[in-house]
């Protein structure tokens, strides 16, 4: 089915861990993003990518990385999970720049013990 | 510093009254808004925008009303409907040099039978 998925839909993982969190769309759209949403803060962009190869920081980029190998996927890493990353991560694409309508993934909700 | 601020984290309202839900922004470069909904388990699907050089826009039950001089927004949902009960996030972006879209901690409105 065409759309935007990501995986896992909930992980656990402790305090230290490596964790990468998968996103995959099927539109070809040009850009994608990574947010965190946490009660009080809404949503808060991590990273971005404007095109296979191309990435940026966001608000809150501190302990993620990114990479965008190819169109359709860009995972998002926490190369040393920390407890203030417990949060729900939610993928989104669109076709162009920001004013385009974004369509978001259902989102991973990461717990760090 | 929150330059998006949804200052009612949580609204109820009757079935077929209207639903108002307040946004208000800082940055006097935003210049384009969108209104954004999400069920629980889900994610944020595009509901309604506006550009700055309207102050109002109107799509079926949803109207966003935009005050530049007040730096706010609003979004009326008439009549309202059990089905609307859903976080609404406001964002904003300044299309000429960002391409990231700000969003606020959202509002819970409830829509009661």
């Known amino acids: 089915d065409a759309g935007i998925t990501q995986s896992p839909r909930y992980k656990i993982t402790e305090t230290g861990r490596q964790v990468t969190l998968m996103c995959h769309q099927t539109?070809?759209?040009?850009?994608m993003f990574w947010y965190r949403q946490d009660l009080g803060h809404g949503l808060r962009l991590i990273y971005y990518?404007?095109?296979?190869?191309?990435?940026d920081k966001g608000e809150v980029p501190d302990g993620y990385v990114v990479s965008r190998s190819k169109t359709e996927n860009f995972p998002l890493t926490l190369e040393s999970a920390t407890r203030s990353q417990t949060s729900v991560y939610f993928c989104?694409?669109?076709?162009?720049?920001?004013?385009?309508?974004?369509?978001f993934g259902p989102g991973t909700r990461l717990t760090v013990l | 510093d929150q330059q998006v601020k949804q200052n009612s984290p949580s609204l109820s309202v009757q079935e077929g009254r209207i639903s108002i839900l307040n946004c208000d922004y800082t940055n006097s470069m935003f210049d384009y808004f969108l209104w954004y909904k999400k069920y629980p388990a889900e994610g944020p699907t595009f509901l309604i925008s506006i550009s700055s050089i309207k102050d109002k826009n109107e799509d079926g039950r949803f109207t966003v009303f935009l005050n530049k001089s007040a730096k706010h927004l609003s979004l009326h949902i008439v009549p309202s409907q059990p089905g609307d009960s859903a976080v609404y996030f406001c964002a904003a972006v300044d299309s000429g040099s960002a391409r990231q879209l700000t969003f606020g901690s959202g509002t819970q409105l409830t829509v009661l039978p």
């Open positions: 990518s404007a095109a296979a190869d191309i990435t």
């Open positions: 539109w070809s759209h040009s850009y």
């Open positions: 989104a694409s669109s076709e162009s720049e920001s004013t385009d309508t974004q369509y």
